[in-house]
């Protein structure tokens, strides 16, 4: 390990997805984020998530179809809300959609497989970061809903982890307050016992 990898996770935080522009990152770019995403704990080597990418007209495509099945479980959308809807997907050059894969296994509970998604992503956004790219993850209503999710290219059976917005990024990504890390840890104290407040 290196000072300069300490320092990125001490500063990193997530760029404004309206500010992510072209160019988004080249065919041998990503084929390397996506190398360092798979290189996260996976107990049993299940690999439980994989990814889509969604680029190109594909991303308008997705908004509209979102904007249907937004008006058919909440009737006529207000212009504002329809256009939020249309660009969900477009507003970032490249977005990849991190997927939670279930693979059974005796031992190795859902819980464990569903983390394991959650350092890829993580790890997704590193890389990207580190070849110069901005990046912001996030889900939405539809990802909680099936036809949401099967409009995105989920199976039936599969869920979302985030969907990572990646482009061009040349301004400062705004700061938010951060947690007291001396309240994060302590030295372990035996059983957890309830307080007495």
């Given at each position: 390990m290196t000072q300069p990898i300490l320092d990125y996770l001490l500063t990193?935080?997530?760029?404004?997805?309206?500010?992510?522009?072209?160019?988004?990152?080249?065919?041998?770019?990503?084929a390397t984020i996506i190398a360092a995403a798979s290189r996260v704990p996976d107990h049993g080597k299940l690999e439980p998530w994989r990814f889509i990418l969604y680029r190109g007209e594909a991303?308008?495509?997705?908004?509209?179809?979102?904007?249907?099945?937004?008006?058919?479980?909440?009737?006529?959308l207000s212009d504002v809300?329809?256009?939020?809807?249309l660009a969900r997907f477009s507003r970032a050059p490249l977005v990849i959609g991190v997927v939670s894969v279930p693979k059974a296994h005796p031992k190795i509970p859902e819980w464990e497989k569903f983390l394991s998604g959650g350092?890829?992503?993580?790890?997704?956004m590193i890389a990207a970061n580190a070849l110069g790219y901005g990046t912001n993850m996030?889900?939405?209503?539809?990802s909680d809903v099936p036809e949401g999710r099967a409009i995105l290219g989920l199976a039936p059976d599969e869920r979302v982890i985030g969907?990572?917005?990646?482009?061009?990024?040349s301004g400062t990504a705004p700061e938010r307050p951060r947690p007291n890390i001396s309240t994060l840890y302590a030295d372990y104290a035996g059983p957890w016992k309830a307080r007495a407040d």
């Open positions: 990193r935080n997530s760029a404004p997805i309206p500010e992510l522009k072209a160019p988004a990152p080249s065919d041998a770019e990503i991303r308008v495509e997705v908004g509209k179809k979102l904007v249907a099945l937004a008006e058919s479980r909440e009737g006529p809300r329809r256009d939020q809807e350092m890829a992503a993580m790890n997704l996030i889900s939405n209503w539809y969907f990572v917005h990646i482009g061009t990024f």
